[in-house]
């Protein structure tokens, strides 16, 4: 029923399906409010886009509104840090699943300021210190390249986003103080903080968003102009880190319900990379406990059962 007679997926029907199936869930999670302009978005809403290596790309739902990628900006601030330094990059950062919150600060202080991963907002905030001392305004080059990687040049900060995190952002202040004092930070607190939440209020919308993350299911190569932004092992080991890291503490039950690498924010985005396929994006701003989006999560797992595809 959702395969041609080759058994390729027909994903139109089975974008349909999904759309139908996460009704009832809309309803269920809770939008975060911690950043106070994030608390104002309507949660009923769910839209959800698959962008093939072939060229073709489908969609349903909201799949053209734009929502604010939060933590989902991470993996794209990671993909141009490691594209710049290279493997130094893992001296001032780990690549451990943390199994705690992304915004805890326990394991900092007797892990001497290197934070476990690049995903959890202690590792986020060094990889902006690392752009920090590449760019004159890290948030910008990050955009940028979000612009290029979705071959759109709408994408842009949400103001009101940015300036309603730094007012509150008081455990990002203290997850960088603590980094600082390990020398593990080598810009000024107040920039690398004020870059990462404008940074974090990047709006993209699901169509883009899975266009913007195709290169890392083409093996570090851009499918529709085959500009190559990673060579294919570091491709690779992005995906490694956003398999075990990607959704925090709840890494494991994505991995074990979904089957693929996948990049969660708290505005209720999440890209997820099938290698050599295609990259899907899926938005829904009720979160569950663990800050990832619950319709999402839901939406994903549906996915790969009915293609039938993932990693395993
Ligand atoms: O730093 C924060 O708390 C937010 N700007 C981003 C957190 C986030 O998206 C975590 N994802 N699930």
Redesign the pocket.
């Known amino acids: 029923m959702f395969a041609n007679e080759s058994g390729t997926p027909d994903y139109a029907s089975i974008l349909h399906c999904i759309e139908e199936e996460v009704q009832p869930m809309l309803s269920q999670g809770k939008v975060a409010s ?2 106070p302009q994030l608390a104002k978005v309507e949660r009923e809403q769910f839209g959800m886009a698959v962008y093939l290596l072939d060229g073709r790309s489908f969609s349903c739902g909201a799949a053209h509104t734009r929502f604010s990628a ?2 989902v900006t991470k993996l794209f601030a990671l993909a141009l840090a490691y594209r710049r330094e290279g493997h130094e990059i893992w001296q001032r950062v780990g690549k451990e699943p943390s199994g705690n919150p ?2 805890s600060l326990v394991q900092l202080e007797y892990e001497r300021g290197k934070p476990r991963n690049p995903f959890i ?1 202690a590792g986020a905030l060094v990889i902006t210190d690392i752009l920090a001392s590449r760019f004159v305004e890290s948030e910008i080059a990050v955009l940028q390249f979000m612009r290029q990687l979705a071959d759109s040049n709408s994408l842009d900060f949400d103001r009101a986003v940015a300036e309603s ?1 730094i007012e509150t ?1 008081h455990r ?1 202040f203290a997850i960088a103080h603590m980094i600082k004092d390990f020398g593990n930070l080598h810009n000024p607190v107040k920039r690398v903080v004020s870059s ?2 404008r940074q ?1 209020s990047i709006t993209v919308n699901c169509l883009e968003l899975a266009r913007a993350g195709s290169f890392l299911a083409g093996h570090g190569k851009i499918p529709w102009s085959e500009q190559v932004v990673l060579d294919q092992s570091s491709a690779k080991r992005i995906n490694a880190v956003m398999l075990t890291c990607g959704t ?1 503490d709840a890494a494991g039950e994505f991995a074990y319900r979904v089957g693929l690498p996948a990049k ?4 209720g985005g999440i890209v997820a990379v099938l290698p050599g396929v295609a990259c899907v994006a899926v938005w829904s701003p009720g979160l569950d406990p663990t ?2 989006s619950l319709a999402g999560m839901y939406a994903l797992e549906r996915f790969t059962t009915l293609t039938k595809l993932s990693i395993f």
């Open positions: 911690y950043i939060q933590s992304f915004n907002n995190e952002a990002n990462y939440c974090c925090y969660s924010g708290v505005g800050g990832n």
